[in-house]
């Protein structure tokens, strides 16, 4: 039975990931200085084997053959999202996908060496390069999957994701935000003039952090038995479903970076850790792709861990592990300060997604070849002067230079972050709706209700619906803007 | 070319072994509690993968070809310890691979049920079928290799040792052990006599202990840009060359145990690190076997790290790290305390060998059929009482269920521990032939004479020769067991 067959070639392809997983997490956390080269050779050697078994030919008839078997309506559903994801590692020739592996490894290089001193001039030929084979890699992935060439590359990291849905969303929040910003900072100012912000500084040892963050972990759902927490240098969530690692870093001097840091990767970890594990070596068993994810891990960090109600119920938790008896008032406008900044990764909610837009914009404008990468740092100073009111034309470092993922060949990722935003602020609306009382249970600790319904219409659903159907299925309707602006209109209007 | 398929086959074998020597150390050391059972799926898979791939006839052609093509006497040896180990692992029919392994785990399984409780009666049929199977395993083995039986099982372990060599040698000690076992004990009596054993008890945190044995990992010539020390329940040495993964585990009321475990350790990763790098992936590069290993990490606990010159240089190190200024007098009796007792894992270095050469000699017996599972427990009782005057009879848990080497189907691996204490001593004295001044320099801390000897001698080897060929090159004779007998003589004879 060839159904039999698929279900053994995802256990061998799981059994890699496992391995790459692990490896991954391990050379972040727990490796030895010295051991990056082999190990990078290995882990090499071990995605070629991946990439070999995946796409191999036989595959393919298992996949047709299956097709003709009596299934039932999971395993139907399993065959056909292994055949999306065999026909988006198959679409593209291996000699080009070798060639376009050497050309953004060296670009990526290139910008590490470049970025610390902002030179823009020995960064740009190789940009310009990946550029030039993004636009013939997503003219080969528009052709197999009948989609436009911008929307082939976003089907790899959201399935179902188009630019028909995102664009008039991303125009819509544009045009909220850049006149809400101005209006949000005055209220900002207007509280702190009122009432001065108060530096939340003091000296917390790691382990009383780190005995925190686990607190907080348990407190809003993460199993312990099936994960654990560790040190990095920049925070992520890795490993497996069966053992999710996060990791965080830690300032002596305050907690809450570290803090938030934390709640946002434990949202990452939930989603893992929820996954229907009968299903976990087979595509539709895995999280769905990278907005949902972020949908997740934003969830916690800004729909539950800057919600003031969750202070309620956070800040006697600190003050056990920190002996730090912070009030509200101090707390509330540090998770709750805005400001404009010319980096996206330390921007906040509110001009978070005007970094993203810029991104979206000038990425489909260089893919369509109507942008070429030397005109790069004037367009991206134009849209950063019109959207955020600052100017990065002297300091490419903080402009078109701060992101890895144009260096490293990742076009169409960007737009995941703002929308994993908006769909959090859907998600919330869609509990509050069935659940009114949902800000009690948060500021008693109480997470349950809030867990099961997302459980229920996100986590168990894993790769089993697309991006956009998964959140129409949970909320009742499609992609709508309008439960983030209201989101950021309660919490930031004044 | 042939010779470069073999490189690259032995690449990508060399990657799965990175992965699984990895996922190993982790299991042990930081994956979560719930994750094991996903991390045995991977594992079993990926060895499953390294099998088929190290099995492939077309290995056997590239090698036949490789043979005949123009290569320098490093590749020679390379492509021939590729064969040797090629034989090695096709020599047994799949299916009674598959046999074996499950009829392995299974008893494996039923030890660890059953040892607990000494419940002989339940075991004794697993390991029945344990033996049956490696008597017919030994017999396979021994039609391809040429071997009689029992050598083509320690063949596995230590490539070239035969029992036509180690029964001599190993008579010779018992005969020697038996008689100076009582002297030995009656001469420390008469030290602690004359001065009582002094506790070396205090109260030691874990963080300063692993401090103390960093510190001497690094003194004793362990790198620590390649290698890194962690806990877990057992003490090991995994990981991988370029990062060698070495763990102990700590008593916060006495720090010996910790310490000597760690030298123990740090003996075996430093054989690791130096093994000749551009040959890592191939059989010729790795460690030779079992008895050299045990060699390597006997060397630094037992010539170096019991020898009273060591302690005249750690001393002053244990006061910095655990402020506890401990004497001479204080210390050396703990390091060199001898005492009768069933656990072979629990024994010192004189009364060791003596529960080797029993299991050696009962192994042999076992395999050739003149014993069997069920007359096991008075046949160990009989040697027990010869050679160590302690009777096991009401005891099976303490007699022939302590180890876990036979009920996991590991036969012909005993003799290695003791051959390795006999090869280090036998080392040790070829050392000191040279460099008369070897205690001054260790007594000083300094131990680069000695590290440089073993690089040059045994390090650098590798798989380059057999076990005994290494050790005749290295001592410039062959085994010869009056170097560790003259040894316990003068650490132990009164």
Known sequence: MSYAKLDAHCRSLGALEHALA?????????????????????????????????TTPEVGDWI???KAEALDPEQKTAVSELERS???????????????????????????????NGDWKTFEPALQEVVEMTREEASMRADVLGLAPYDALMEQFDPGNRTETVTPVFEELKSFLVEFLPRAL??????????????????????????????????????????????????FCGGVPSDVRMTTRYRTDEFLSALMGILHETGHGLYEQNLPKQWAHWPSGKARGMSIHESQSLFVEKQIGRNPAFWTFALPLVDRYLQENWSMEDLLPHVH???????????????????????????????????????LPEAWDIRMQASLGISTLDDPKNGPMQDVHWPSGAFGYFPSYTLGALMAAQQWA??????PDVDRQIAAGDFEAVNAWRRDN?????????????????????????YFIAHLEARYGG
């Open 430 to 435: 869609a509990i509050v709706k069935i659940n």
């Open 86 to 116: 065999y026909i988006n590692m198959t679409c593209l020739p291996s000699d080009f996908v070798e060639r376009k592996m050497r050309t953004s490894m060296r670009s990526e290089q290139l910008w590490r060496a470049a970025r610390p």
């Open 337 to 375: 300060l805005i400001k404009r900044g010319k980096i996206r990764v330390d921007a906040d909610e509110v001009t978070y997604p005007l970094h993203v837009i810029l991104r979206y914009e000038l990425e489909q404008e260089l893919l369509a070849g109507r942008l070429e990468v030397k005109d």
């Open 64 to 66: 047709e053959a299956a």
């Open 458 to 482: 996100i986590w168990s659903k894993a790769s089993t619906a697309s991006t956009p159907e998964i959140l129409r299925q949970a909320t009742g309707e499609v992609l709508n803007p309008a």
């Open 186 to 235: 005055d209220a900002q100012e207007q509280r702190h003039a009122k009432c001065p912000l108060k530096a939340l500084s003091g000296d917390y040892p790691v382990e009383r952090q780190k005995a925190l963050g686990i607190a907080m972990m348990k407190a809003v759902g993460f199993d312990m038995n099936h994960g654990s927490l560790s040190i990095s240098d920049h925070p």
């Open 22 to 54: 692990i490896l991954g997490t391990d050379e972040a956390t727990h490796m030895a200085p010295g051991g990056g080269e082999q190990r990078a050779e290995a882990m090499a050697s071990l995605s070629g084997m991946h990439h070999r078994q995946a």
